[in-house]
């Protein structure tokens, strides 16, 4: 066992921590961190035991499964708080995603990869295809900002009939993606590379057996999930005006280090073991399944609750957001990366960080 597996494993005491406090009543601060840490093993534990059925299930269903479930802890947090009516909280959390995967996560591993390594590569043609897809949805959540912030006329109703079909167009494309991803050139070799002797000998030491015993375990592991994450945001609102916190500073910095703590461990070690391709794609990859596959599910989901989630966003958001977009994109079109270019993406993340939690 790995020493990372063990800190995680060990950080798995703060589930039943949580619970306890929320039961003894304790300080809100003291039960939202303790919350928080409860749910980087979990998302881990949900990460690894995807990973498991995908092996057994093969490379194609596998990554579709790998897809489908990347952002699932984002998701049920995500759920939970449009559940509570923490709008803002969610439309905060999803710029967070895609600003905390693209400058903190990629930036470290850029940063640490090149350190060990020097100047690292890989496939620009796929980095390029993902940031292009990537541009392409943040554009789509820029319009009804950007709509508002020109004209005087357009009722919230309205934003809200755009958002629905515009979520349904962003899932249609992903759809579509997923679908090139999977039938295009490199995956196809990837896919003739997976079903080797040793991939057969795998499947068979696993067993369908093991396969349902996995599936139990991920659905285990996402009831527990939805349950500490009741705890983390009815304790959310007590703890931002405790800490003197606003839910933009909340969503967008603080939401997304517990959330996604465990793709950025994946990025760093991917980079230090140059293995710079997988990073890039774990980044990216991950940021684009919020964009075009969280976001829109979560706006339709609000369908069922009593306030609705568009996709107005927040200005200034949208700008960190599209900054980072473009800095990323420019650092991965030509295929190579070095340490200074991640210490750029991180100085970056701080500066906006320290501007989030300015802003009032």
Same mark, same amino acid.
């Given at each position: 066992?790995?020493?990372q597996?063990?800190?995680?494993?060990?950080?798995?005491?703060?589930v039943p921590?949580?619970?306890?406090?929320?039961?003894?009543h304790?300080?809100?601060?003291a039960v939202?961190?303790?919350a928080?840490?409860g749910i980087?093993?979990l998302?881990?534990?949900?990460?690894?035991t995807t990973?498991e059925?995908?092996?057994?299930?093969?490379?194609?269903?596998?990554?579709?499964?790998?897809?489908?479930?990347g952002?699932l802890?984002?998701?049920?947090?995500a759920?939970v708080?449009?559940?509570a009516?923490l709008?803002?909280?969610?439309k905060?959390?999803?710029?967070?995603?895609?600003?905390?995967?693209?400058?903190l996560?990629?930036g470290?591993?850029?940063?640490?990869?090149?350190?060990?390594?020097?100047?690292?590569?890989?496939q620009?043609k796929?980095?390029?295809?993902?940031?292009?897809?990537?541009?392409?949805?943040?554009?789509?959540l820029?319009?009804?900002?950007?709509?508002?912030?020109t004209?005087?006329g357009?009722?919230?109703?309205?934003?809200?009939?755009?958002?629905?079909?515009?979520?349904i167009?962003?899932?249609v494309?992903?759809?579509f993606?997923?679908f090139f991803?999977f039938?295009?050139?490199?995956?196809?070799?990837m896919?003739e590379?997976l079903?080797?002797?040793e991939?057969?000998?795998e499947v068979?030491k696993?067993?369908?057996?093991?396969?349902?015993?996995q599936?139990?375990?991920?659905?285990?592991?996402?009831?527990i999930? *939805? &349950?500490?994450s009741?705890?983390? =945001?009815?304790? @959310?609102?007590?703890?931002?005006k405790?800490?003197? %916190? #606003?839910e933009? /500073?909340?969503?967008?910095i603080l939401?997304?280090?517990?959330?996604?703590?465990?793709e950025?461990?994946?990025?760093?070690?991917a980079?230090?073991?140059?293995?710079m391709?997988?990073?890039?794609?774990?980044a990216i990859?991950?940021?684009?399944? *919020? &964009?075009?596959?969280v976001?829109p =599910?979560l706006? @339709?989901?609000s369908?069922?609750?009593?306030?609705? %989630? #568009?996709?107005? /966003?927040?200005?200034?958001?949208m700008?960190?957001a599209?900054?980072?977009?473009?800095?990323?994109?420019?650092?991965?079109?030509d295929g190579?990366?070095?340490?200074?270019?991640?210490?750029?993406l991180l100085?970056?993340?701080?500066?906006?960080g *320290?501007?989030f939690?300015?802003h009032p």
């Amino acid at each position: 066992m790995t020493l990372q597996k063990k800190i995680l494993l060990g950080m798995l005491a703060f589930v039943p921590a949580a619970i306890g406090a929320e039961w003894l009543h304790l300080p809100p601060v003291a039960v939202f961190v303790l919350a928080a840490l409860g749910i980087v093993p979990l998302a881990a534990s949900i990460a690894e035991t995807t990973e498991e059925i995908a092996v057994v299930i093969g490379p194609v269903f596998g990554g579709l499964l790998n897809a489908t479930f990347g952002n699932l802890t984002e998701m049920v947090v995500a759920f939970v708080a449009l559940k509570a009516g923490l709008v803002e909280v969610v439309k905060a959390s999803i710029l967070g995603a895609i600003i905390a995967n693209l400058l903190l996560g990629l930036g470290l591993a850029v940063l640490l990869g090149g350190l060990r390594h020097g100047e690292q590569n890989f496939q620009p043609k796929t980095a390029r295809l993902n940031a292009s897809a990537l541009l392409l949805a943040l554009l789509v959540l820029l319009t009804p900002s950007a709509i508002h912030s020109t004209s005087t006329g357009l009722t919230d109703p309205v934003i809200e009939k755009f958002s629905y079909v515009a979520s349904i167009l962003l899932l249609v494309f992903y759809g579509f993606n997923l679908f090139f991803s999977f039938r295009s050139t490199d995956s196809l070799e990837m896919v003739e590379a997976l079903e080797t002797e040793e991939t057969i000998k795998e499947v068979e030491k696993h067993g369908s057996k093991n396969v349902w015993k996995q599936v139990i375990a991920l659905l285990g592991f996402t009831v527990i999930l *939805v &349950v500490i994450s009741e705890i983390l =945001v009815g304790s @959310l609102e007590e703890t931002v005006k405790v800490l003197g %916190l #606003t839910e933009l /500073f909340t969503g967008i910095i603080l939401l997304p280090l517990f959330g996604g703590v465990v793709e950025y461990i994946s990025c760093v070690s991917a980079a230090v073991k140059n293995q710079m391709e997988l990073a890039v794609s774990v980044a990216i990859g991950s940021t684009l399944q *919020v &964009v075009l596959l969280v976001t829109p =599910v979560l706006v @339709l989901a609000s369908l069922l609750f009593e306030t609705p %989630l #568009t996709l107005e /966003f927040n200005i200034f958001g949208m700008f960190a957001a599209t900054a980072t977009v473009l800095v990323t994109n420019s650092i991965s079109s030509d295929g190579q990366s070095n340490w200074l270019e991640g210490l750029l993406l991180l100085i970056l993340y701080a500066v906006l960080g *320290v501007a989030f939690y300015l802003h009032p």
